[in-house]
């Protein structure tokens, strides 16, 4: 879903940039396209309808029906909100690599990246569109802060903020809880790649394709969270082998995840948490120790399981310390 504020920042942001043509990579009803069109039409002047021949808009979208009500067409609020700027959509069922293929050249000074959320995918879609970006152009990503969305129960969907927050040029931020930003690409394109290893070294979500990965340069890495029911077996390994099991984190998340692990009938030895202050507490049963105090050479060596919206953060910090994933911990979804 796109916000009102959301395409308010949008709108100010095309308003102010004024490109003759842009890129959008997912589209599902076509209500941000509808909006960013709108934005073009107005840069274009008053009474700008159906005037101006081309294509201003192309967007691109993996399903040819909308993926909330398949009863519409992907893109299809664009003809029912703003029909007069129809002429200027074009809609095509494909991917980053499909836009790469068909715009290269293009030139564009915008493009919007609100497709697949969970990471590396809005990194990679950056990658595959870079051949039809300008220099110093711009690209706005919406959900930069999807896992931390009141409510929401999947605390995967870091996508869009890993390349966000790791992006060391001009940016800015704003929308519906901060949700939406946008980064502006360097006057040497050929710096982007490198710039997007920072993001790209963050815990894998999901696999990318070969033939993605190929096309972009990408090295495969393997993933950094794992399933509950495969977290539960290599959890289940631990334990036979005697390594104390310990839940990162006291918070909600943690608690829940300790009784979780308990109804398996697996022994919880405890909390750790990054705070030494809490070291020494007792929640639910369970003492808390600090974090830094587990040693991996201890004997038995301790075993970490990670969950919650803060998991793929600790799960760069355990490996950063020399902690293997899935060898001394598991971070869960």
């Known amino acids: 879903m796109i916000t009102e504020d959301d395409a308010r920042f949008l709108h100010e942001l095309i308003l102010e940039l004024r490109p003759p043509v842009a890129i959008e ?11 960013i069109l709108e934005a073009m039409r107005q840069c274009r002047g008053p009474g700008t309808r159906n005037v101006e021949l081309g294509t201003w808009l192309h967007a691109f979208d993996i399903t ?4 909330f009500d398949r009863s519409r067409l992907t893109g299809a609020a664009v003809a029912e909100l703003t029909p007069w700027n129809a002429p200027h959509f074009r ?3 494909g991917d980053a690599l499909l836009a790469r293929e068909r715009l290269s050249g293009l030139n564009a000074p915008f493009a919007f990246i609100d497709a697949n959320h969970l990471h590396p995918w809005a990194t990679a879609d950056l990658l595959g569109l870079l051949p039809a970006m300008a220099p110093a152009s711009w690209v706005a990503l919406h959900d930069i802060r999807l896992p931390f969305v009141p409510g929401r129960t999947d605390s995967r969907g870091h996508g869009a903020r ?4 790791t992006w060391p040029g001009e940016k800015r931020q704003g929308g519906t809880d901060d949700n939406i930003g946008a980064i502006r690409l360097p006057e040497n394109l ?7 290893q920072a993001s790209l070294r963050r815990p894998w979500e999901v ?7 190929s096309a972009l340069g990408i090295a495969p890495r393997p993933l950094g969270l794992v399933p509950k029911p495969d977290a539960l077996r290599t959890l289940a390994k631990a334990a036979a082998r005697q390594r104390p099991l310990y839940v990162c984190g006291s918070g909600q998340a943690g ?3 300790a ?6 009938d697996l022994k919880v030895t405890g909390f750790v948490d990054r705070d030494p202050a809490k070291r020494g507490e007792i929640i639910d049963g369970l003492r808390v120790e600090c974090r830094s105090h587990l040693s991996l050479a201890g004997d038995p060596k301790p075993f970490m399981v990670v969950a919650g919206m803060f998991a793929t953060e600790i799960d760069a910090e355990l490996a950063a310390t020399g902690w293997r994933r899935g060898k001394d911990f598991v971070v869960v979804w």
């Open 190 to 196: 050929d710096d982007v790649n490198a710039i997007v």
């Open 25 to 35: 990579l997912g589209v599902a009803s076509g209500c941000s396209s509808a909006v």
């Open 255 to 257: 608690r829940a995840l």
């Open 91 to 93: 809609f095509a069922v």
């Open 162 to 165: 890993h390349l966000f927050e």
């Open 64 to 67: 040819e029906r909308c993926y």
């Open 259 to 264: 009784d979780e692990l308990r109804r398996c």
């Open 207 to 213: 696999t990318l394709p070969a033939p993605v990965c």
